[in-house]
């Protein structure tokens, strides 16, 4: 008897788990189907610091993303060196050390007419929160200058809050977003051969954009957790 009640309450447990589990699979499905997704994903890349005033950077700070090359890694690579470029400002990238990453990181900046006498690198920490300490520890003197901060979107927000709430004085942001696509994703038209008896999918809504959304959800989430979290440990 005392088997079976267990079994029971087992039972029990896996049936709320798994309705649980389905009720935030279709809530995500249903969210998926909106343009919520991107507006999330676009307010968590807006700089919190925005203002209309002119800002010119004394320095470029890049967070490093993953490995090099990567996704991340290059897209941030792409707009520091533009931003440094453009405001004749040195490079700072906050990277955990690894020589491989840090030396492919250099190449790809020097490739881009970046001065390699205008790229430092700072490795200690492995977090948002203790990279930018390791700069005002090892930078003291970075503490009232102007900095652009350059990280993947999703990551901005966060990121700005810990130099706020660091004590950087002057802090703007800019995420490395994605440049939209110009042209027709429709299939219509076009001629694919294949088996004729299963239907073509020509709605892009379905083919893309539905999971891509879905992917933005669990990135935003995740990140929200992670806002969720340094808010309780006080660090932005």
Not at 18 to 38: D, E, N, Q, R, W
Not at 59 to 67: A, E
Not at 207 to 222: D, P, Q, V
Request: glycine share 6%.
């Amino acid at each position: 008897m005392m088997k079976d009640k267990g079994l029971r309450k087992v039972s029990k447990i896996c049936l709320i788990t798994s309705s649980v589990i389905g009720i935030i699979f279709i809530v995500l499905s249903l969210l998926a189907l909106t343009p919520a997704p991107f507006y999330m994903h676009y307010s968590l890349g807006t700089d919190p610091n925005k203002s209309e005033e002119k800002f010119t950077p004394e320095y470029i700070i890049m967070l490093g993303g993953g490995g090099m090359p990567s996704a991340d890694n290059l897209m941030r690579l792409y707009y520091t060196a533009e931003y440094s470029e453009y405001f004749k400002a040195p490079i700072i990238i906050l990277h955990p050390e690894d020589s491989v990453c840090q030396s492919q990181m250099r190449k790809e900046l020097i490739s881009k007419r970046i001065s390699n006498d205008s790229i430092f690198f700072l490795t200690e920490g492995t977090n948002t929160r203790a990279q930018v300490l390791n700069l005002k520890n090892t930078c003291p003197e970075l503490i009232n200058d102007k900095l652009l901060i350059i990280t993947s979107p999703e990551h901005l927000t966060r990121t700005i809050k810990c130099f706020n709430k660091l004590g950087f004085q002057e802090v703007r942001g800019q995420s490395a977003f994605e440049a939209v696509i110009n042209f027709k994703l429709s299939l219509e038209d076009q001629e694919l051969l294949g088996n004729k008896y299963i239907p073509e999918i020509n709605n892009t809504n379905i083919r893309y954009t539905f999971w891509n959304y879905l992917k933005l959800e669990i990135t935003c989430f995740r990140e929200y957790i992670a806002l969720a979290y340094y808010k309780l440990k006080g660090w932005n």
